[in-house]
């Protein structure tokens, strides 16, 4: 028989021989082809592959196939192949070098029956994704294969789920042993250990966020008053007493109560020639107004207490109020000049009121009780502290 010379194949550039039953596949022959770039055999007997010379081959489909491995290489260094197509395989392993397959961007190895990938093929696949500096631009397909999600593929598992934007998107990679998806492997359960001193740390953790939880939301109820008793200590730590106010009477009021202040107890203290420090004329000006009341209650000799709703509604008044008891509830008078609200009574003045004789103002105006009224309120306030 004459041999048969065939010319140009090294201009074809197409070559698609499926649902043939081609089982081998002439090395030298396919090699003649130079020039293709999109090889498809698809559907085939094939149980081995040849390693490719050609330099132009973009397309390879070896679909559906008998391969039960493949070579490590399949075409040499210069190379421009992007598409590998090995799914509905028998591989059990993969183990094809990419390193040379600079222009990868699909490999799909799916409905095989690969059980894991080593360690090696993980770093050349991770190196590879690197290599072209985007994820997307270069995917896998590992669906269909007998991935078992247990200890024993710890070190795959984890690899998958550190590096999922590799995996085809909108395809389930599925364990064969529970038909969950690969990525939700909870490792912690192949270290009873760990797992324990996971559960320790979160326990830790909870135990710390709810008692910063109590501490913010006793901080919150307080913070009135732990920043009252904040102010107070800084002052005395660092300003001490200033003795120019020495032997005045501090009056704390609500400035909506300031009429009975100045029109009537001012007058009155005057004929006893008892000295009253009261914030709108007395205060030093350009001073923070939490250091004025400081500096005045702890250099007063007494503090007068206005007692009305105002007075237990006011902010200001309440600093006052705890500013003179931390000093001493021997110094307080407390004056009652309406009606009080229990639903406004603080605890505190609720218990001073029941613990403490407090004067109240004859609200009909009974001049035999506002004398007896006025007798009361200078004997205490003439009263040494130490009595």
Not at 74 to 97: P, R, W, Y
Request: glycine share 2%.
């Amino acid at each position: 028989m004459p041999d048969i010379k065939l010319i140009g194949l090294q201009l074809i550039e197409s070559i698609i021989i499926e649902n043939s039953r081609l089982s081998i596949l002439p090395s030298r022959l396919i090699n003649s082809f130079s020039g293709m770039r999109y090889l498809s055999l698809a559907n085939n007997n094939l149980k081995t592959f040849v390693f490719l010379k050609m330099k132009h081959l973009e397309y390879l489909n070896l679909a559906n196939n008998l391969i039960g491995r493949m070579p490590r290489k399949i075409v040499s260094s210069e190379n421009k192949l992007k598409h590998i197509n090995l799914s509905g395989n028998l591989l059990t392993v993969f183990d094809l070098d990419i390193t040379d397959l600079k222009h990868l961007r699909h490999l799909d190895i799916s409905f095989n029956k690969i059980k894991t990938l080593s360690q090696e093929s993980r770093e050349m696949l991770t190196a590879h994704s690197q290599l072209i500096n985007s994820l997307d631009d270069f995917q896998i397909k590992l669906n269909g294969n007998n991935i078992r999600c247990n200890c024993d593929n710890l070190g795959f598992l984890k690899w998958a789920k550190t590096n999922q934007l590799l995996f085809a998107k909108n395809i389930s990679v599925n364990c064969k042993n529970s038909n969950k998806n690969i990525f939700s492997f909870d490792e912690m359960t192949c270290h009873p250990n760990k797992l324990e001193i996971f559960v320790q740390h979160h326990l830790a953790y909870t135990i710390v966020l709810l008692l910063l939880l109590a501490i913010s939301i006793y901080v919150f109820i307080r913070r009135q008053k732990i920043k009252f008793k904040l102010i107070l200590w800084r002052h005395r730590c660092f300003n001490g007493a200033d003795n120019e106010l020495k032997g005045q009477i501090f009056v704390s009021y609500s400035h909506k109560d300031r009429e009975w202040v100045h029109n009537i107890l001012s007058p009155e203290m005057k004929k006893e020639f008892i000295d009253l420090f009261i914030y709108e004329n007395d205060f030093l000006l350009g001073e923070p107004i939490a250091e004025n009341i400081v500096n005045a209650i702890d250099n007063c000799y007494k503090t007068i207490i206005i007692l009305t709703d105002n007075y237990v509604q006011s902010e200001w008044c309440m600093y006052e109020f705890y500013i003179a008891l931390s000093k001493s509830h021997k110094i307080i008078v407390p004056v009652a000049i309406d009606k009080l609200t229990k639903e406004n009574m603080t605890n505190v003045i609720t218990y001073l009121t029941k613990s403490k004789i407090y004067l109240k103002w004859p609200l009909d105006n009974n001049e035999r009780d506002k004398n007896l009224f006025w007798k009361k309120l200078v004997t205490s306030l003439k009263k040494s502290v130490d009595k």
